[in-house]
């Protein structure tokens, strides 16, 4: 087929736009691959300056391992009991369950008077236990502050008889004898006026899982929230800001992100709970994996994860009966046995241990967990080296006979069920032993033989402790 002069002209044209489009994309290429290069790097730098500055904050917290939680506050007064009626449920939530208008509930305050508090002997308790940080709630969804709060007048220092700032004496105190003081902090406010009640037979003004806020509310909230946290950090300065209550529909992971953002604002080294957004899923406790949520640890409650989760920072909180908040009758006490093996089994995770004392309206820890907390301290003065600031177990999974932790060149065998023969059998895990012994006899060498399956170890006929004997592999 022919062609005319101004088809032909009109190819030309085609072909020279072309070839123009070409040579430029070509040109600017390298300029614009490097600029790509460039700002891919400046992301990662970032990155792992952030990851970095997380580390920094988080070291002390992993490795402290062991801790005390302690729920406290007008609760303590009915003590699980209201007109007569006994709950099964959690203490601190007698508001909640009892149905108690916030007027009836404020009668509380009055009756509130720890007059046997001695901050010096609560945090001896926790230190003899072991544990190197104390979390106490500041302000619990009853929304009662425990602190002398210059904002609120629903406060231990301005409706109580106690008249004292107690949470002053407990933070100095916990510093004074080589712990983190760290506080709890609700995000649920069962008396705050921004929030209210709506559900069939609740009164507006009770306690309920879910509130509602008033038009505006919220916005008066969430300020006179930062009043209070801006409070709390820079009087009594603490390690840990452990937030709860953020299951509210009308609380939302961008909420949770400037919180967490004003908070570390404060305090730039402060350790933040993923409680502040809305990432954790259920008493699970760790984060969903749709996104990057706010809060640099997962908050396990009442239950310990099965596995360990690599990377992840994690804490499970849990109490040593059924209830966290001071209940006179609940008598459902763990075994010292129990407690001791699940701080075991959560170092050997990888986690924290977080457990629960509740003190009296007088101001005592109830002398079923002061007991059990000498115990764990008698077994942690003799095993304290295999919990603290180690990482979870190297074996792929869990041992046979108990639980193991980790640290550079050493490995801790938590024997539960000693060998009844004097073997204990020990699976492979790519590293050749040099010695073993029992951590409570380091000096006397335990005999043994390894091979491609693992390593037997010669146990004397009788375990060292009856709970939990640790065996130390010393590794090339």
Known sequence: MTHTPLRFFHHLLVLLLLFTVAFSTAALSPATSELKEKKEKSVTAQSLSAQAQKDKRMKWWREARFGMFIHWGLYAVPAGEYKGQRSTRIGEWIMEWANIPRAEYEKFAPQFNPVKFNAAEWVRIAKDAGMKYIVITSKHHDGFSIYNSKISQYDIVDATPYRKDLMKALADETKKQGLKFCFYYSILDWHHPSQYVDAPGKDPTAGNRVTKMHPGGKEQ????????????????????????????????????????????????????????????????????????????????????????????????????????????????????????????????????????????????????????????????????????????????????????????????????????????????????????????????????????????????????????????????
């Not at 059924?322 to 407690?339: A, I, M, N």
């Open 221 to 476: 909230y969430v300020a006179y929230m930062k009043s209070q946290l801006r409070e709390l950090i820079t009087a009594y300065d603490p390690a840990v800001l452990w937030f709860d209550g953020e299951w509210q529909d009308w609380w939302t992971e961008p909420d949770g992100k400037d919180l967490y953002k004003f908070v570390l604002g404060l305090k730039p080294d402060i350790v933040i709970n993923n409680r502040v957004g809305k990432g954790r899923q259920g008493m699970q406790g760790m984060n969903k994996d749709d996104q990057e949520y706010a809060g640099d640890f997962g908050t396990p409650e009442q239950r310990i994860p099965p596995t360990g989760l690599p990377g992840v920072d994690w804490e499970s909180c849990m109490t040593m009966n059924d209830t966290w908040g001071y209940k006179f009758y609940d008598d459902k006490w763990k075994s010292t046995e129990t407690l001791i093996r699940n701080l075991v089994d959560i170092a050997s995770k990888g986690g924290n241990y977080l457990l629960n004392v509740g003190p009296t309206a007088e101001g005592l820890i109830p002398l079923a967990s002061v007991e059990r907390l000498a115990e764990m301290g008698k077994w942690m003065k003799m095993n304290g080296e295999a919990i603290y600031e180690t990482t979870a177990s190297p074996f792929p999974t869990q041992l046979a006979f108990g639980r193991a932790t980790s640290k550079a060149g050493r490995v801790y065998l938590h024997v539960f069920d000693w060998p009844a023969d004097g073997k204990l059998q020990v699976p492979a895990w790519g590293k050749t032993v040099k010695k073993a012994y029992l951590l409570a006899e380091p000096k006397t060498a335990l005999k043994f033989t390894q091979s491609g399956e693992g390593v037997v170890i010669q146990t004397p006929m009788k375990a060292s402790n009856r709970i939990a004997s640790v065996i130390v592999i010393e590794t090339a």
